[in-house]
Every structure is written in C-alpha cells, then in structure tokens.
C-alpha cells in the first residue's frame, strides 16, 4: 500500500535520449510535484500540478515536460538528455491543509552517460 | 532572494542530544519544517513549526524558530543511529505549495 510511487527506481540511458519517469500516489491527494536532487543533496522542486493544472513551473528547460493524465498521476517526460540531467527525481503529493506536508516517492536515479 | 542554508555535517555520540541549524531569508514563510531522508529513500515530514510560534516539542524532537534572526533549529534528545540520516529544513513560499529547501544536514550517530 505504497502512498507515492515511482517506476522506474533507476535509469541509466545515453546522452540525447528521451525518457519518461512515472509517478502515482494513491492519498487521493490533490497537489503532486517533481523535484530534482543533486549529487550534492540539493532539493529543487521543477514543477507542481493541482488537479491536472501546473501551477508551479520553475525554471527548467523546455526539454522537461509533466504531464498529469488524471490527479493521481504525474509523470516527467525528458527529451534529449544530457549529462547535466543526471541527478535523482523525486515526486511528491499533497493536500490542501493549513501546513502542507508533502509525500515524497522513493526516487528515480537517473544517470546519463 | 529564496536561500535556506544548514551546516552541511554533524556527528554525535548516541545517546548524546544533537542540534541542527538552518537560516531561511523568507520572512513571510507561514510555516518551517524539518524533513528527514535515509539513504536512498525519500523525504519525510519530521515535524512542523507555525511561524507565529517560538518552540515546537514533539517527543525527542525540539523545534525553536527565531523569526528576528530568520534562525531555525532541531534538537533531537538521546540521539539514536536510527537518527543518522540527511536533514533537511524548508521554508514555505506565502500563499503558494511551493517549498524552498535547505542544503541539508547530515547527521551521523556513532555508538
């Protein structure tokens, strides 16, 4: 009964490749969110959904896309990779209460060689 | 400008209490938290302040915020090797989702 999930748990792929990452979360929770952690343990958020609606797009290239099929789901489709996107994603969910606590996935540590 | 910063490492004793610190440069932020990861895991809410608040005690888990110095900390009682992990606090963007986080703490628990 895992609340945030992700597939797949790694990602090893080349240089000018596209890939998708998947992520569900089944809180029923309204907010899902990527973010990108680097090899310094640095946490940046890269986008967030409401209900199928961005709401937060950070800068990120336009190589990044979300895309959110229903509120359960929002998955990170990445287009011509390079070795700068190397880096472990996570998703995230929440709902709307007065403190927000966010539900992270396990991550997806994506290497680009 | 959005920079939350912590010391990068800290090492303690179990049984000993340890501190974490953070400084955020938001002063709007509604809420402060301190998030936890183990390795090769995700993020986990610890606890939570509300910023019209000064301290927060959860259990082992003791959070003072000094809204005047923007100063954050987390004092963690009898620490336990469990305890070992990255922390990481965060500071909430007013009337928004979005969470800036801190560059993390990680905290190793020696017997």
């Known amino acids: 009964d895992t609340a945030v999930s992700q597939t797949p748990k790694y990602l090893v792929t080349q240089m000018g490749n596209d890939k998708s990452i998947k992520c569900e979360q089944n809180l029923g929770h309204d907010t899902m969110y990527w973010y990108k952690q680097d090899s310094k343990k640095f946490l940046k958020i890269m986008f967030s959904?409401?209900?199928?609606?961005?709401?937060i797009n950070e800068t990120v290239p336009n190589r990044f896309s979300p895309k959110s099929p229903d509120k359960a789901h929002l998955n990170l489709h990445i287009n011509s990779l390079e070795l700068g996107d190397s880096a472990v994603y996570f998703c995230?969910?929440?709902?709307?209460?007065?403190?927000?606590?966010?539900?992270f996935g396990p991550g997806t540590r994506l290497t680009v060689l | 400008g959005e920079d939350v910063e912590q010391s990068l490492f800290l090492s303690v004793r179990e049984g000993d209490s340890s501190v974490i610190n953070c400084t955020y440069t938001?002063?709007?932020?509604?809420?402060l938290y301190w998030y936890k990861q183990e390795p090769g895991a995700g993020l986990q809410l610890l606890t939570y302040?509300?910023?019209?608040?000064d301290m927060k005690q959860d259990q082992r888990l003791t959070v003072l915020l000094n809204k005047k110095d923007k100063h954050l900390s987390l004092r963690i009682a009898d620490t336990q090797t469990g305890d070992s992990a990255i922390y990481f606090c965060a500071e909430s963007v007013y009337n928004t989702d979005k969470l800036i986080f801190g560059t993390g703490t990680r905290l190793q628990v020696f017997p």
């Open positions: 302040i509300f910023s019209n608040m």
């Open positions: 959904y409401n209900n199928k609606e961005l709401i």
């Open positions: 938001d002063s709007s932020s509604t809420y």
């Open positions: 995230a969910s929440s709902q709307e209460t007065s403190y927000n606590e966010q539900f």
